[in-house]
């Protein structure tokens, strides 16, 4: 982890060691001559480039993770935190959650910038969250901004991030939130320098803006005439307010550095509003707030710390929480008998008295779903399921089995009403199987309320013994013991108390693992349609012509037997238009042909069908709208597309090893369109790799970091965006698989609409029209091809036919006259390195490529005295093109053709040809 470290540095990052469990900072403060701590002298401000420094740190903590201060490190960091928010239906008791995705907080940035994010380095957090990497602007330094969507974090000047490789051990044994997992690099290539894209103006506009938005501001909530509740304080709402206590010192404990000092005043006041309310002692409440700051002091001493709270404290004092409505909600439950479908609790503390999220808590009034399943049937019959381990997974099955699925090479996935979801499983997951633990306790209250049966009374005849048996039967109780001290020992008390035993850490973490074998699926069962696409409201379902029967499309609602794990952020309206787009299109495409091939073109990256085994080269100088094309379409189908790395398609001096990890194509599956921009001058297209990717056949070796291998089912078109052409290989395999795609209009800096963005993100429904239309078209008669297209791509693949240009400057073919495979090859090498046409390696083809080479072009090699290549003259000498090492400056003389006369120009003079065979 140190030399990972140290290879920051040297990029120009300042880094630093953090806890392994939780990601704070190792490094403490300096102390003054009185021994107090220095503030801001610790943590992310001891953060280096030096290498001695770092290398000491890792020495006394070799696994620390790596802490990368963003802002002294030009750096803007874009958090992206998904997450579960929990309230209590202050009616019901039930749990309500609010889903928060990685997709839905891109959705939610998106509709406030008016534009997608650009693509840029990307990593990964192990609770499935995203860092997204900017460039800081120009100007005073951004800081650690709070006016971005919910669960959006900013990191800039004073803040920092854990950047990968880093592992996490976590801290859920020591009661905190972070639980186990790995960092690991998303998309980009965190060495290259310009991986790091510009952060988008739009971003940096809202983050500049020293407002907040009017629906993010916290809101200091008075409630007119409420008074105390000293001594009318249930048990209830006791629990409820040490409830709260309870979570608001969690949160002040873990709090993140830059949010500190507010998370601290925050809860501070709202803890003394249930103090002011007398739902809470005031030494113990104030006591333990005080502790749980001390617990993450940051670089404040005591007096910055009991300064904090008194601010808060004094607030909250002033504004006593009504409590009142909270109080007759629970003995409304209590009238009401033992609950049915879900536990009985008060609202969370996070909560207001009619159960939306809390202003105070940073909520927002949201659309939430219930969670919990089972009506009297369901929680009778788990009531009655083994008090075991696999008791409990059977209780897990029957509420939630149906939400999740578990695939040994991914992880959990679960269904999140719209799709099977990768990023927020883990999470679902330990909520679904903490609710199934705690369901625990309605089986016993259920079981409890339906009371023990009672024998018949004497003197009854037959047909009232009759009704008394039936009416016993709804009796589910039972008496089990009765002690020596006389306690009953019930069915129901047995079961309430394995309930609790169930709650401990153990069974709840041994419940997941039990559920793998009974929920298993693989990679392959997933996203296998390909002519599903989930969208914002439903998901499309195209068909096939059949017959008279045209191929069609309708929108239908999400299933969970799809297997669908992606989804598109736009809305499907068929009476939609998008008058911005069109007029853009015929603007930097003004021929018909080219527009109706782009829109087969997107229509065909819908689709999970890569039968066509094309790939498309997007050419053409800046400002020609090849960029807002991609972005367009990506940002319509969201998780469908992917921004691969150009080098996953390259050619590189290091092959790919079989058990070599390849995340890179493992994020590639489920995939519809797949886009990378800008290969390096010079660079070179890995036939092999591009051949794969464009084919209609499994790869199979694929697999994550620490995962085993899969196969890759290809369901992705993949688009090369390109300012100049990648080389490419010249045979008929990698040939018919290419379309190079010219964008020549470039649009002049006057022209350029700076809001055009933005309005194709309005457009979206009417843009995935057209999309529809292409695609249908597509499903009909396939790839339409341009001339435009037919012509520029057949002069890209003669630009790269080398050995044709080899061929018909250097060679004539004579028959009867022979070269030997040497002197060949001496003279090919030569004239590849004057021409500048060495690969990436910088090293002419190799003899035994060459001969491949020469063969599919019908040239063929036999023996004599030695290897020879029949019917070949060659028109020069090695020497005419490199001497001493260098290739020669001067005119070439005049070729040496056989009806000339002149003798054929030998290799130079070596005294041995590899290729003599010995007697």
């Known amino acids: 982890m140190g030399q990972a470290a140290i290879a920051f540095a040297r990029r120009g990052w300042f880094v630093f060691p953090c806890n392994v469990q939780n990601g704070r900072p190792l490094v403490g403060g300096d102390r003054d001559d009185d021994g107090n701590v220095i503030k801001n002298s610790g943590g992310l401000h001891k953060a280096t480039c030096d290498e001695a420094q770092i290398e000491a740190w890792w020495r006394r903590w070799p696994v620390a993770q790596i802490g990368l201060h963003s802002g002294i490190s030009g750096l803007l960091h874009l958090d992206f935190d998904p997450r579960v928010d929990e309230t209590v239906d202050p009616e019901t008791g039930e749990v309500l959650s609010d889903t928060w995705t990685v997709d839905r907080l891109k959705t939610a940035l998106l509709a406030q910038m008016g534009e997608a994010l650009p693509a840029t380095l990307t990593s990964v957090t192990p609770s499935g969250g995203e860092h997204h990497w900017f460039r800081m602007p120009a100007g005073d330094p951004i800081g650690n901004r709070g006016n971005l969507p919910k669960h959006i974090d900013v990191r800039g000047q004073g803040g920092y991030i854990i950047a990968p490789p880093s592992e996490r051990t976590g801290d859920l044994d020591q009661g905190g939130k972070k639980g186990p997992g790995a960092y690991r690099w998303l998309s980009g290539d965190w060495g290259d320098i310009d991986a790091v894209a510009e952060a988008p103006a739009s971003l940096v506009r809202i983050l500049r803006d020293r407002t907040k938005p009017v629906a993010d501001r916290p809101a200091q909530r008075r409630v007119t005439g409420a008074a105390p509740v000293v001594g009318d304080v249930d048990d209830d709402v006791r629990k409820y307010a040490l409830a709260a206590l309870d979570g608001e010192c969690r949160d002040i404990q873990t709090a993140a550095s830059g949010q500190r000092n507010a998370r601290l005043n925050e809860g501070a006041f709202k803890v003394a509003t249930l103090v002011a309310a007398g739902a809470l002692s005031e030494v113990v409440a104030r006591s333990s707030v005080e502790a749980a700051a001390r617990a993450n002091p940051g670089s404040d001493d005591e007096r910055q710390l009991i300064a904090t709270i008194d601010s808060g404290w004094t607030a909250g004092l002033a504004n006593p929480r009504d409590l009142a409505e909270i109080a007759a909600s629970s003995r409304s439950r209590r009238e009401r008998g033992p609950p049915r479908s879900s536990r009985s609790s008060p609202p969370a503390p996070g909560s207001t008295v009619d159960g939306k999220p809390s202003s105070q808590a940073g909520g927002a009034d949201v659309h939430v779903g219930r969670k919990g399943a089972g009506d009297d049937e369901l929680t009778q019959e788990c009531a009655f399921l083994p008090q075991t381990d696999l008791g409990n997974l059977q209780r897990f099955l029957r509420r939630y089995g149906r939400d999740f699925l578990y695939v040994e090479q991914w992880g959990w996935l679960a269904w999140d009403g719209r799709r099977w979801n990768r990023d927020m499983a883990v999470s679902l997951l330990g909520r679904a199987v903490q609710d199934t ?3 625990i306790q309605e089986e016993a209250a259920f079981v409890e309320a339906s009371g023990v049966p009672e024998p018949a009374p004497d003197g009854l005849d037959a047909s009232q013994i009759l009704a008394h048996e039936a009416q016993q039967q709804r009796r589910l109780d039972r008496v089990l013991k009765v002690l020596r001290d006389g306690t009953v020992i019930t069915l129901s008390s047995t079961i309430s108390k394995w309930g609790r035993t169930s709650e401990g850490a153990g069974h709840i973490s041994s419940l997941p693992k039990l559920a793998e074998a009974r929920l298993s699926a ?75 091939f782009l829109d087969v073109w997107a229509g065909y990256n819908m689709l999970g069908d890569a039968s066509a085994q094309k790939m498309a080269i997007f050419y053409g100088e800046g400002a020609n709208g090849k960029g807002v094309w991609i972005n367009t379409k990506r940002a319509i189908l969201g998780d469908y597309a992917w921004a691969a790395s150009i080098n996953t398609f390259m050619d590189s001096e290091r092959s790919r090893k079989g058990s070599d990890a390849s995340p890179d194509l493992a994020a590639l599956a489920g995939r519809r369109m797949v886009y990378a921009n800008e290969a390096e001058h010079g660079s070179k297209f890995s036939d092999g790799l591009v051949k794969e990717l464009t084919s209609d056949e499994p790869k199979g070796g694929v697999r994550e970091l620490m995962k085993p291998p899969f196969e890759l089912i290809i369901t992705f078109k993949n688009t090369i965006i390109a300012n100049t052409k990648p080389g490419i290989g010249t045979d008929h395999g990698i040939r018919r698989r290419m379309q190079l795609v010219p964008w020549d209009v470039i649009i002049p800096d006057e022209e350029q609409d700076p809001q055009l963005k933005a309005k194709l993100v309005q457009e979206a429904s009417g843009i995935l029209n057209r999309m529809v239309r292409g695609a249908i078209q597509y499903l009909g008669t396939g790839l339409p091809l341009p001339e435009t297209i037919k012509e520029a791509t057949e002069a890209y693949l003669d ?118 065979i010995p007697p």
């Open 799 to 916: 630009e790269n036919d080398i050995l044709g240009k080899f061929l018909s400057l250097c060679i004539e073919r004579v028959p009867g006259e022979t070269i030997g495979s040497s002197a060949l090859h001496e003279l090919f090498a030569a004239w590849q390195t004057w021409a500048q046409l060495l690969p990436a390696s910088g090293k002419p083809w190799s003899p035994k490529y060459l001969a491949s080479q020469l063969e599919r072009k019908s040239f063929r090699k036999r023996k004599s005295s030695s290897m020879v290549w029949g019917d070949i003259w060659p028109l020069y000498a090695a020497d005419d093109f490199v001497r001493d090492g260098r290739p020669v400056e001067n005119d070439l003389p005049p070729p040496r053709r056989k009806a000339g006369g002149n003798a054929p120009p030998g290799p130079s003079n070596s005294g041995f040809d590899e290729d003599d």
């Open 437 to 439: 633990m705690r369901a």
């Open 522 to 596: 693989r990679p392959a069962d997933f996203d296998a349609d390909p002519l599903l696409v989930n969208m914002a409201n439903g998901t499309l379902e195209f068909t096939r012509p059949d017959g008279d029967r045209k191929a069609s499309v309708r929108l239908v609602e999400p299933q969970r037997r799809h297997r669908i794990t992606k989804a598109g952020t736009a809305i499907f309206d068929p009476t939609a238009t998008c008058p911005s787009y069109d007029a853009f299109l015929a603007r930097v495409q003004p021929k018909d042909e080219m527009r109706g």
